[in-house]
T-cell receptor
């Protein structure tokens, strides 16, 4: 149980285009999902907290108009990188908390999406 | 929004040896978790220790937490080549997780 999927697993796009990444909780409901980005050989940086049915909460320094987050259902959050540039190339990872679990319990991570912008 | 440092940044050991990684964090936490990441892959949850716990074991893993020093350690005993990976601590701040910089562990056979 507690599986989180991401789609696509990798994507190559041209500068100026937009890319949508999906994060799904497969066997549990997730009121809250999180989006992280990871540069090569570095740690995960929290980008935003995605809340079902409401606006996402972005971390300081993350452009909300650049990284659009939609959490339309209890099992799906999407991250859209708009007008992508080469510096947006990164590994994007989502995670989800099981809504039925107690506060502070572990998060379940997706396998990540590698974005390359040419 | 990284929380703190991990020490060492890189660690190379032989199979059978123990590996100890340390993590420090900056603010108050609800819990601290350790994750493993193989190169270019997603994260695997290893163990969670709550702020009112001092030590926890899971198989070959032993985690300690010192909230007065805002630090934690992960000990992997009798390491195997398959333990080669990056290890991250993540402190729970409300519902979000803030990750440390990670330790890259290499175990040679």
């Amino acid at each position: 149980g507690a599986v989180v999927s991401q789609h696509p697993s990798w994507v190559i796009c041209k500068s100026g285009t937009s890319v949508k990444i999906e994060c799904r909780s497969l066997d549990f409901q997730a009121t809250t999902m999180f989006w992280y980005r990871q540069f090569p050989k570095q740690s995960l940086m929290l980008m935003a907290t995605s809340n079902e049915g409401s606006k996402a909460t972005y971390e300081q320094g993350v452009e909300k108009d650049k990284f659009l987050i939609n959490h339309a259902s209890l099992t799906l959050s999407t991250l859209t990188v708009t007008s992508a540039h080469p510096e947006d190339s990164s590994f994007y990872i989502c995670s989800a908390r099981d809504s039925d679990k107690l506060y502070g319990s572990e998060q379940y991570f997706g396998p990540g999406t590698r974005l390359t912008v040419t | 929004s990284q929380q703190g440092e991990e020490d060492p940044q890189a660690l190379s050991i032989q199979e059978g040896e123990n590996a100890t990684m340390n993590c420090s964090y900056k603010t108050s936490i609800n819990n601290l978790q350790w994750y493993r990441q193989n190169s270019g892959r997603g994260l695997v949850h290893l163990i969670l220790i709550r702020s009112n716990e001092r030590e926890k074991h899971s198989g070959r893993l032993r985690v300690t937490l010192d909230t007065s020093k805002k630090s934690s350690s992960l000990l992997i005993t009798a390491s195997r080549a398959a333990d080669t990976a990056s290890y991250f601590c993540a402190s729970g701040r409300g519902t979000a997780l803030i990750f440390g910089k990670g330790t890259t562990l290499s175990v040679s056979s």
